[in-house]
């Protein structure tokens, strides 16, 4: 088992900044690959990022290349989104997730089973 707890949302203007963080607890955290989504109102929930176990390997869904960046602190037990450039499209709830099995990839972030957090609002105002 994996918990997962999201900080760091908030209200933001069109062209600024902010950096979200995942605490995770349980498991060894740096056997899991770990990443992002987020869900807008009336929309699907969408991939944003996503680190390797070691931190070696990102991938990054297409609306937010170049802006965004995914980094991880297995020390730590935190995976971080620097999120720059935010415009008002990004606006939705943000959800740290990770793998259900251990010794996981990126693909498996992208279409497995996933732990999740609770979620963290961020809006960016026009």
């Known amino acids: 088992q994996v918990q997962l707890v999201e900080s760091g949302g908030g209200l933001v203007q069109a062209g600024g900044s902010l950096r979200l963080s995942c605490a995770a607890s349980g498991r060894t955290f740096s056997g899991y690959a770990a990443g992002w989504f987020r869900q807008a109102p009336g929309k699907e929930r969408e991939f944003v990022a996503g680190?390797?176990?070691?931190?070696?390997?990102?991938d990054y869904g297409d609306s937010v290349k170049g802006r965004f960046t995914v980094s991880r602190d297995n020390a730590k037990n935190t995976v971080l989104l620097q999120m720059n450039s935010l415009i008002p499209e990004d606006t939705a709830v943000y959800y740290c997730?990770?793998?259900?099995?251990?010794?996981?990839?990126?693909?498996?972030?992208?279409?497995?089973?996933?732990?999740w957090g609770q979620g963290t609002q961020v809006t960016v105002s026009s």
């Open positions: 997730a990770v793998p259900l099995r251990m010794g996981s990839s990126i693909s498996d972030l992208r279409s497995g089973r996933r732990y």
């Open positions: 680190i390797s176990r070691t931190g070696g390997t990102t």
